[in-house]
């Protein structure tokens, strides 16, 4: 799963990898997202807008907003079937602003786990491949949020953990934000693991295990 993720990039560095139209939120540099918090995602509504939604989708259907925190991931494998997600993966996809996520490696013979940062040798922006809902609350009011899809992991992450999130490539963004495009067919043929020769991961400290902890220190390298 993906449970906690980067985004440590400007707005600068950020319309220079993910073109965008419209921004709707402060790009301010995040170092530990973490599930039920808002965060940058981008939607295609006409134009492309960067706004905030809250980590964790809730179904337009839901009694109440506390599901969205077990569906702050869904399996690439099961979008198709699962009746929270059928409807998002046809028409409502976005990108996860991201410059890198944390997954926690088991220590042979412990029961303790070593935090893992895990990010693009070019250290670039990314955006992973989301879905994103809108859930009428009982006042009237709105809540829009979102999950970041998960698929098999690549030969870097296979020994760090089982699955890993989607990242979308670039050429493929407008293919995935079109919402007029619903062959989930052809959708689905992205959601494939992304090259481990051009990631690279390193171990960090445990201060990333409490997401009351958000600035670059979560993001500094240990020696093991």
Known sequence: MCGRYT?????????ERIPFDLLECDLQPRYNIAPTQLAPVLVNREKRVLKEMRWGLIPFWAKDEAIGNRMINARAESLREKPAFRNPFKRRR???LADGFYEWQKIPGSLRKQPMRIRLR????????????VWQKPDGGEVESYTIITCEPNDLMRPIHNRMPVIVKPEHYERWLDPQNENVEDLARLLVPYRADEMQAYPIGTRVNNPQFDDPSCIQPIKL
């Open 94 to 96: 976005c990108l996860v």
């Open 7 to 15: 985004q440590g990039k400007n707005q600068e560095q950020v319309t």
């Open 122 to 133: 070019s250290e670039e922006p990314f955006g992973f491949g989301g879905l994103w809902e």
